[in-house]
């Protein structure tokens, strides 16, 4: 085995880059250690969040009427407006608009001004009643919403699908459409 000696120039070299290294290193762990616990700052130009788990947003054995009737009773004490999502929980933007309504700028516009209530479809076949009454086409796909003042009034319809493609939606453009149909204060 041969034995390599390095003059003092060189050590000096070595121990700045292995210095800086080290520095470099340290910085960028500290930056995505920073980042990675502030996952709640929203790029609101980004397109929604998606989902990796759905959730039971629509079970089988709910009363849709039920649950509205029972909305809008709280509304009026609450002083808010009702939002019925249509939708089935076999449909993937069902769930990606439903987490986008309970997270950052929508989530909170949504907790302050809204009751959520969640309207199963089936497969095209339930609760065929309340899409008329709301006038929700249903051949334009789902989720599609309806919001309701605290008297029961449809004061909105999804008749356009402008949120059948939830995937694609901007997080700026659903926070300015809940901004638009909420309730101002008297």
């Known amino acids: 085995m041969k034995t390599v000696f390095v003059g003092k120039g060189r050590r000096r070299t070595y121990a700045r880059f292995a210095t800086t290294l080290v520095g470099l290193i340290a910085s960028l762990w500290l930056t995505s250690a920073v980042l990675a616990q502030n996952p709640s700052q929203q790029n609101d130009d980004e397109v929604l969040a998606p989902v990796a788990v759905k959730k039971d947003l629509y079970p089988a054995d709910a009363d849709a009427k039920k649950e509205i009737e029972e909305a809008m009773k709280k509304a009026a004490s609450d002083k808010k407006r009702v939002l019925l999502t ?101």
């Open 86 to 186: 249509f939708g089935g929980n076999w449909c993937y933007d069902c769930h990606v608009l439903d987490r986008a309504l309970h997270e950052g700028a929508a989530g909170k516009i949504m907790k302050e001004s809204f009751l959520l209530i969640h309207v199963d479809i089936g497969e095209g076949d339930k609760n065929l009643d309340l899409l008329k009454k709301y006038k929700i086409p249903l051949e334009k796909g789902v989720p599609a919403v309806a919001i309701l003042n605290s008297a029961g009034s449809l004061l909105y319809s999804s008749g356009d699908a402008e949120v059948e493609a939830a995937r694609k939606m901007m997080k700026k453009d659903l926070v300015a459409f809940l901004q638009r149909w909420r309730k101002t204060k008297p």
